[in-house]
């Protein structure tokens, strides 16, 4: 929120003038940690593997209401590090067993695709 209204201001803009709302590029990521096995206890069996599913946001846009072209108002200036990507999901499975990841990952599909045509409303 601090990055989004510090480029209104550098773009200078008044959060008001921002009523048509704001374009959001998202990355997401759906990667394999690799073995994640304990060597040592006696619990139960669980796979060696694991995956982590994790989005970032990569740049904000805004259409002013006097404005023809949109204004990049936040861009993540480090979008591959792990400290600007927000995991969804974390799964101990292989990433090769694609029947399981479809089963897990099926509910955050659908939220993402029920959320591409829906509002988001940000008091400032």
């Not at 999901?89 to 089963?103: K, Q, Y």
């Amino acid at each position: 929120e601090e990055d989004i209204m510090e480029g209104l201001r550098e773009s200078g803009m008044e959060d008001s003038a921002c009523t048509s709302g704001f374009s959001v590029m998202i990355k997401e990521c759906c990667d394999g940690m690799g073995d994640v096995s304990e060597k040592h206890g006696g619990g139960p069996v669980v796979p060696e593997k694991a995956v982590r599913f994790s989005f970032t946001v990569m740049s904000v846009s805004v259409l002013a209401d006097d404005e023809e072209e949109e204004v990049t108002i936040f861009t993540e200036p480090k979008p591959n590090s792990e400290l600007s990507c927000k995991p969804l999901c974390l799964m101990f499975v292989d990433e090769s067993d694609h029947e399981t990841l479809t089963a897990v990952l099926g509910p955050i599909v659908a939220e993402r695709k029920a959320m591409k045509e829906s509002r988001l409303i940000l008091s400032m």
